[in-house]
């Protein structure tokens, strides 16, 4: 994930040598209302990937002043998104899950929306599997019970992983790909099925959203 479409260029000489690695082109809501002014790079860059992350909004205390302004961005990318089909999408939701949801809505064919740790409620859950959205799963997020609820209600065949890293820890130390498995065994536990089983439906849930 990129947090600014100026970070691309980096990003993709960080993992140009890793095959299996695809970077995503990304404004993140959280700086929306600073580098709104990189939207034409943003722009200008679709065409160099299949995916857009992170992208979104957050209504959190810090950033709901911001509302507007990430609204304009991000509404703006969904439409290039539009334009230009195929596309996988990371999307924040945080504090905002509604006002996400609305504005997939009104974009119907931007892609393949992925909901990063997803926060809303149940009701919310539906209406996001009704317009086709995935769900991308780290461990921190089903730590919570009222989590656990709402992602009992979400389909198998909807659920992916997420490291989220640097952002959560593991041990004590920054989560990365490494901790995947542990998110996986979290998964199956609340799944009540073995973990060569979860693995294979991850795994095949995957392959799905890469073969879009």
């Not at 006002?99 to 997803?118: A, N, R």
């Not at 990365?176 to 542990?182: A, D, K, V, Y």
């Not at 693995?199 to 799905?208: F, G, K, V």
Request: proline fraction near 6%; glycine fraction near 6%; aromatic fraction near 6%.
């Amino acid at each position: 994930m990129t947090t600014t479409p100026k970070a691309w260029r980096g990003t993709c000489r960080i993992v140009s040598k890793c095959p299996r690695i695809k970077p995503a082109l990304g404004l993140h809501p959280q700086l929306a209302h600073s580098r709104k002014n990189e939207l034409p790079l943003f722009e200008a860059l679709m065409d160099e990937t299949k995916y857009i992350g992170e992208v979104g909004l957050d209504g959190s205390k810090e950033f709901k002043d911001h509302l507007p302004e990430q609204e304009i961005v991000f509404s703006r990318i969904l439409e290039l998104c539009e334009q230009s089909e195929g596309k996988v999408l990371s999307v924040h939701s945080r504090g905002a899950t509604q006002k996400v949801l609305d504005l997939i809505e009104q974009h119907p064919y931007c892609g393949h929306v992925v909901l990063h740790w997803f926060t809303g409620s149940k009701k919310d859950a539906k209406r996001a599997i009704d317009l086709g959205c995935w769900f991308s799963v780290n461990a921190a997020m089903l730590q919570s019970q009222r989590a656990k609820s709402v992602f009992e209600t979400i389909p198998k065949d909807h659920i992916v992983t997420e490291s989220d890293g640097p952002f959560i820890l593991d041990k004590d130390k920054p989560s990365s790909p490494l901790s995947i498995g542990n998110t996986v065994q979290l998964i199956a536990d609340i799944w009540q099925t073995n973990l060569p089983t979860t693995d294979s439906i991850i795994i095949e849930n995957l392959n799905a959203i890469l073969d879009i």
